[in-house]
């Protein structure tokens, strides 16, 4: 009940503060979760970013101002966070479909409502988990910091960093690690969420580390701490089944189970490249940690 309480929370406060500059971590702070969290978690569950929440709620007050009040545009642009009238009438265009003078002038605009939380009676689905305690281990990857646009969460920057490492053989040469008989089998898609900060996050693509020597300056060999993980089944094409099975761990799993992210890592296991077969199945990772009582 406290996730549900905390999402609520963090939704009212967006909506108090829809005319200020949004401080995203004392948003995600209601919903007892850091930045990058909350906003990646939003934009699963919802399907578009927290900033186009905003934005699409900040457009639709906008349009009412204009139509009830004599204020001035300019004065409206500014009090929802846009310095010129003409960055304003663009943005204002492209969301209505109609010029803010038009909107004045009785046309039609649209109208984007606040999100709420609803309990509802859901579930009765079966997922598939396990719990792994794995000791420390080590990792070959290549890492970038991924710098993530407010209200954003970088899904194109990682996605493009993929690509760079299959054009530049990266990933060929970073299957060459992968422990023959024991350790984790696959390509690994690293997320360092200890190291997550509001601007952005370091990524990783690599492989559990046999220990075979390397003179590849663009590898780095990281340590990855002891932690409790929660894994899960991930069947179909990607990236849809990945989306699908977060949706589940984020409103079904976590609300429910008696765990909570760690904040520690995040792997995607990666069998083989063939992502586009129907049949697909690879794992999703997570540092979880034991919810405390009360």
């Not at 929440?53 to 642009?77: G, H, N, S």
């Not at 209505?96 to 509802?120: D, E, M, W, Y």
Request: glycine share 8%.
């Amino acid at each position: 009940m406290d996730w549900i309480y905390g999402i609520q929370k963090a939704l009212d406060y967006l909506e108090t503060h829809l005319t200020d500059e949004i401080d995203y971590e004392a948003a995600a702070k209601e919903a007892y979760s850091s930045s990058f969290h909350f906003q990646r978690v939003f934009s699963i569950l919802c399907g578009y970013t927290l900033g186009d929440y905003i934005r699409m709620r900040r457009l639709t007050l906008a349009a009412e101002d204009l139509i009830r009040t004599d204020k001035k545009v300019i004065d409206i642009a500014l009090k929802y966070g846009y310095n010129t009238p003409e960055s304003f009438c663009r943005a204002f265009s492209a969301f209505h479909g109609i010029t803010p003078t038009q909107a004045r002038h009785g046309g039609n605009v649209r109208s984007f409502s606040r999100l709420s939380v609803k309990l509802i009676l859901s579930g009765g689905n079966t997922m598939d988990y396990r719990i792994e305690k794995e000791e420390a281990f080590k990792v070959i990857c290549r890492r970038k910091q991924i710098t993530k646009p407010q209200g954003d969460v970088a899904t194109e920057a990682i996605s493009a960093f993929w690509n760079e490492c299959t054009n530049d053989g990266s990933i060929e040469k970073l299957c060459r690690y992968i422990p023959e008989v024991r350790g984790i089998q696959g390509l690994l898609g690293i997320c360092f969420s200890k190291d997550m900060a509001d601007s952005g996050f370091p990524y990783g693509i690599g492989a559990e580390y046999n220990g075979t020597p390397t003179d590849n300056d663009k590898f780095e060999i990281i340590e990855i701490p002891a932690y409790t993980y929660a894994v899960f089944k991930c069947k179909g094409p990607m990236p849809d089944a990945f989306t699908k099975t977060y949706q589940s761990i984020c409103t079904e799993f976590f609300p429910q189970s008696s765990y909570e992210y760690g904040f520690g890592v995040e792997l995607e296991v990666y069998p083989s490249a063939n992502v586009t077969d129907p049949d697909y199945s690879c794992e999703v990772w997570i540092a979880v940690k034991e919810k405390e009582e009360g």
